[in-house]
């Protein structure tokens, strides 16, 4: 054996290590993101204005849950839609991905504390977990980023005078990361989704949810599948299941959500 060529590979081979810059991430480029400070206790569905920096960007109603709650409907872990503790801390949002055979969809939205630089590497993570109350699930959830809100598209009249009112409008946001969801109908542990983002520049604003075209007609119809699947085990009858089937939905708590820009240090 050449023990020359050995001492050599293995210089070599230390030299690439040192070279090789480490990666490092800057502060969370979103205040609140464990939904933590708040205004006011939420006492009622759709308040997640509540929390503080947070908002919904449509006519859709996302959820603030907070342990403060009073009222049990939206508090920590037990609230209307379910039971699941905080991953960190006494509070999280809620949302319906996919509802009402994709009538409906709803999204939460936050300000960055900085305009993005282009070609920037943004990393985010973020955790979420199915609620009880959903009788379905989807795979996949998006994060968008965007100069101001995305552009809104009204898709249905809501002029129905039903009690269960569907949202009007979904976005559309070309500047994405389309993240799958393993074990999207787990009801009791968190799911942590992690993605990489290279910014265009000037994004300010970041948005979770399902944008257009986020979800096919096939998919469309595996939510309904399964949905009907999981009534019928419930023992519900065809005539049952006829009048429930508009309120299909695939419900889903989020917490900690951090955005940090991908430095690299030597």
Avoid at 127 to 139: A, H, L, W
Avoid at 168 to 182: A, D, G, R, T, W
Avoid at 207 to 220: A, K, M, R, V
Wanted: proline share 3%.
């Amino acid at each position: 054996m050449d023990t020359n060529k050995i001492i050599y590979k293995a210089r070599r081979s230390l030299i690439l290590v040192l070279i090789l810059p480490e990666v490092v991430l800057s502060q969370n480029l979103i205040l609140n993101g464990s939904f933590e400070d708040f205004s006011a206790c939420p006492d009622h569905v759709n308040r997640l204005s509540l929390a503080k920096g947070w908002y919904s960007p449509t006519n859709g109603t996302p959820d603030y849950f907070n342990r403060c709650d009073t009222t049990g409907s939206v508090g920590v872990p037990y609230n209307y839609d379910g039971f699941q503790d905080a991953i960190h801390g006494e509070a999280y949002a809620g949302l319906y991905l996919v509802s009402n055979l994709t009538i409906e969809r709803e999204y939460i939205q936050t300000k960055l504390q900085r305009s993005l630089l282009k070609g920037e590497g943004i990393a985010v993570t973020f955790y979420i977990s199915s609620s009880e109350g959903s009788f379905t699930s989807f795979n996949k959830i998006s994060i968008g980023f965007s100069k101001g809100s995305p552009k809104v598209i009204n898709y249905r009249n809501c002029t129905s005078d039903s009690k269960f009112k569907p949202a009007c409008q979904i976005l559309k946001c070309e500047n994405k990361v389309v993240l799958s969801i393993i074990h999207a109908s787990d009801k009791e542990n968190w799911i942590e989704l992690k993605g990489t983002y290279f910014a265009k520049g000037g994004e300010d604003t970041l948005t979770i949810g399902l944008f257009d075209g986020d979800i096919s007609e096939n998919e469309y119809k595996n939510v309904i599948s399964e949905y009907i699947e999981n009534l019928e085990a419930l023992g519900r009858t065809n005539e049952q299941i006829d009048d429930l089937i508009n309120f299909a939905n695939a419900y889903y708590y989020i917490d900690n959500i951090t955005v940090h820009s991908i430095e690299f240090s030597h």
